[in-house]
């Protein structure tokens, strides 16, 4: 699904490199998580992925079913089937959020060519999995992320993940914030979207999303690179003995 | 030359000849405005009013047209009673019947009478408008404007009233005066779409009776190379309110000015415009509002969205007179800067004597937000449609002041139709 090839990413207005040659296998149905330190380059790579400006790629590719990601425009990536839940989603004064969601779904339609969605038909899906990520109507008609709490905030990216229905999910600490309730909503959220069609990169800090969902590989990101690669037990490992051990490991 | 006498030297060039009409229930007013033009003159660069906007290219011959971009009727579900002006000068063929349940439509080229009910009003707002500020360009209009619109509203109008300009010739200087009085408890909602002509001078005087309502919504985005002065004068007495909505784009220089004068208690006025202006164009709202009465209202919502070069001006005061307690007023202008290159000059003023009173006002630039952008983005909407829907949530505070939401969402239409066509 997603092939991440030797990929080195530098800021564009300054001298920093950031992703010093990460190399990622992501096969179809799979659910990979990566963990790593602060500013150990997780969301960089997640911007990068989904076409943020600001970096520039020195070398690497990104092959999102055979396509190269990082020619494309960050519209075109989404319609290509890439979905970057954000780490802090963007509030948008004056767009509503059901504006916003109507427009995004259509605007991949039409990509894909087909038919726009009735006005019928849109109401009853939006509402329908809404209701399932306890949204209120309220927040649907507020202004795109306006006024939403930290975890409402998470809750919406769910939602335009589950309206959008991407083949490759990257969550961005799409746990962060969020209380225990909500945790478990969001999981059973993308739960319900895991298909053999459909692959995540969970970026997260924390076992606990990963009792929910549990994943079948897990990176461990530091300095740019991803340092080591193994089972969910990986996960376990990092949440009792922290990055020390893994980094002297590797000599980093 | 002094500036006096240049003004003076500009204006015997400008009228080449010209004199105003002698007969008619206007002769008296004409005459007393050129009277007023000839002791102000035309404006100049180094007028204070003018320091924003240069008045040159009104001031030199009119110029040839720009590409057309002609739009569907304004309000067409509304079935509008429809008054055409071909580079100014009615054409019946392309109008509506003259008659109107609710009201009396009159042209002014045909209403000679001495009696008539535009007679009070003709020039005479206009008047009261020259100070404290001259408007050279609204004297010369009562002067010398050969055609307009009057207009009786005696009742409750529900169909709009359409004025559909057409811009056919080349350096046609095109004037048009129209005068609307409102009785007591009238209404109505008069439209404007269109170029008037490739130079155009429009002025607007309406009368607002205890407890009338006036919506007035414009379309000015038809010409490219277009020049444009307007003028809105508005008299309100108590309890009557006025909404007028003005969208603008494509025009090569465009000035709306619109002065109003809150006289009656609770009265109420509400000002907005939208510009989309890419360079060398240049846009100018010019307003000025008196309040007289007690706790009367007055909104001023301008925006404006600039890109490559382009300058946008805005002029806006709030004049509260000692009288005038309890006055609410608010103003706000705000540009979006769609590159490094545009220019926009606010230039908000309040003057208030009275002691209980609520004013507000607020002028902001910004660039357009480039995390939101990427954000629409990366759900899949195009870069541009994406800006669209940011530029409309930016207009959104001016396109809310139109009352009926059938004619919201055609100014809403435009705006995305102008982003499109000028790929700003
Ligand atoms: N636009 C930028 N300007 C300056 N520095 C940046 C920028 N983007 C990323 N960085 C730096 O790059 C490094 C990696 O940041 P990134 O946000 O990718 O880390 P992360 O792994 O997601 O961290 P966290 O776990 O805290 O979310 C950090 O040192 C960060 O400060
Ligand atoms: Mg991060």
Not at chain 2, 281 to 298: K, L, P
Not at chain 2, 321 to 346: E, H, M, P, V, W
Not at chain 2, 349 to 360: F, Q, W
Request: contains cysteine; negative net charge; proline residues 3%.
């Amino acid at each position: 699904m997603l092939e991440i090839k030797n990929l080195h990413v530098k800021l564009q207005e300054e001298d920093k490199v950031i992703l010093r040659g990460v190399n990622l296998n992501i096969g179809a149905g799979e659910v990979h998580a990566i963990m790593g330190p602060n500013g150990s380059g997780k969301s960089t790579l997640s911007y990068v992925l989904a076409g943020r400006e600001g970096y520039e790629v020195t070398e690497g590719s990104a092959l999102l079913q055979g396509a190269e990601l990082l020619d494309m425009e960050p519209e075109e990536r989404a319609a290509a089937g890439l979905f970057l839940a954000f780490q802090y989603p963007v509030e948008i004064p004056g767009v509503g959020n059901m504006t916003f969601l109507r427009t995004a779904v259509n605007a991949q339609r039409k990509a894909r060519g087909e038919a726009e969605i009735s006005s019928g038909d849109f109401l009853k899906l939006v509402r329908e999995r809404a209701k399932t990520l306890k949204i209120d109507a309220d927040m649907l008609k507020r202004p795109v992320n306006m006024g939403f709490s930290g975890g409402e905030k998470k809750r919406n990216e769910i939602l335009q993940m589950a309206m959008l229905e991407p083949k490759m999910c990257i969550l961005d600490e799409t746990d962060s914030g969020l209380d225990v309730d909500a945790m478990k909503l969001v999981s059973e959220g993308v739960n319900a979207l895991r298909d053999a069609g459909r692959s995540f990169l969970v970026i997260t800090h924390y076992q606990r999303l990963l009792d929910h969902i549990t994943p079948d590989v897990v990176h461990i990101m530091a300095g740019g690179r991803i340092i080591k690669t193994g089972g969910p037990e990986l996960a376990l490992k990092v949440e009792n003995n922290g990055y020390a051990d893994l980094l002297a490991e590797v000599g980093a | 030359m002094s500036l006096q006498s240049r003004h003076r030297a500009d204006l015997a060039a400008r009228l080449g000849g010209q004199v105003p009409p002698s007969a008619g229930f206007t002769a008296h007013a004409r005459v007393r405005a050129l009277a007023r033009l000839q002791a102000m003159g035309l404006p100049h660069g180094r007028d204070e009013y003018w320091r924003y906007t240069a008045p040159d290219l009104l001031n030199g011959p009119a110029p040839s047209l720009g590409a057309q971009h002609p739009q569907g009727q304004l309000g067409a579900a509304l079935n509008p009673l429809v008054l055409t002006f071909c580079d100014g000068v009615f054409d019946a063929a392309a109008s509506s019947d003259l008659a109107l349940a609710g009201g009396q439509i009159a042209l002014l080229s045909r209403a000679q009478t001495d009696l008539h009910f535009a007679q009070d009003i003709y020039g005479s707002l206009e008047e009261r408008g020259q100070t404290p500020v001259a408007r050279p360009f609204a004297a010369l209009n009562t002067a010398l404007a050969q055609e307009g619109v009057l207009l009786h509203i005696t009742g409750k109008v529900v169909r709009p009233i359409l004025l559909n300009y057409v811009a056919k010739s080349d350096n046609c200087d095109v004037m048009l005066h129209h005068c609307i009085k409102m009785d007591a408890g009238a209404e109505a909602s008069i439209l404007e779409q269109g170029g008037l002509g490739a130079r155009g001078n429009l002025v607007i005087e309406a009368d607002l009776a205890q407890g009338s309502v006036l919506h007035h919504i414009r379309s000015q985005t038809s010409d490219d190379a277009a020049l444009a002065v307007t003028h809105l004068f508005a008299r309100l007495h108590g309890d009557s309110a006025l909404k007028s909505f003005t969208l603008s784009a494509h025009g090569r220089l465009i000035r709306n000015e619109t002065v109003i004068e809150l006289l009656g208690d609770h009265a109420s006025a509400h000002v907005a415009g939208a510009s989309l202006i890419a360079g060398p164009d240049h846009h100018d709202d010019t307003v000025f509002i008196t309040h007289q009465g007690r706790a009367c209202e007055s909104r001023q919502v301008f925006k404006n969205v600039l890109k490559s070069g382009a300058v946008g001006v805005f002029q806006g005061k709030i004049l509260v007179r000692q009288s005038a307690q309890k006055t609410d007023g608010y103003q706000i202008s705000q540009s979006l800067l769609l590159d490094g290159d545009s220019q926009f000059l606010a230039k908000p003023e309040l003057e208030i004597y009275a002691d209980d009173v609520k004013c507000s006002h607020g002028s902001t630039s910004g660039a357009i937000d480039e995390t939101a952008l990427f954000y629409l983005q990366s759900r899949g909407i195009a870069r541009a449609q994406a800006q669209a829907l940011l530029v409309l949530a930016f207009m959104a505070e001016a396109t809310q002041e139109i009352a009926n939401p059938d004619l919201a969402e055609e100014m809403r239409a435009q705006i995305e139709m102008v982003l499109q066509r000028a790929r700003l």
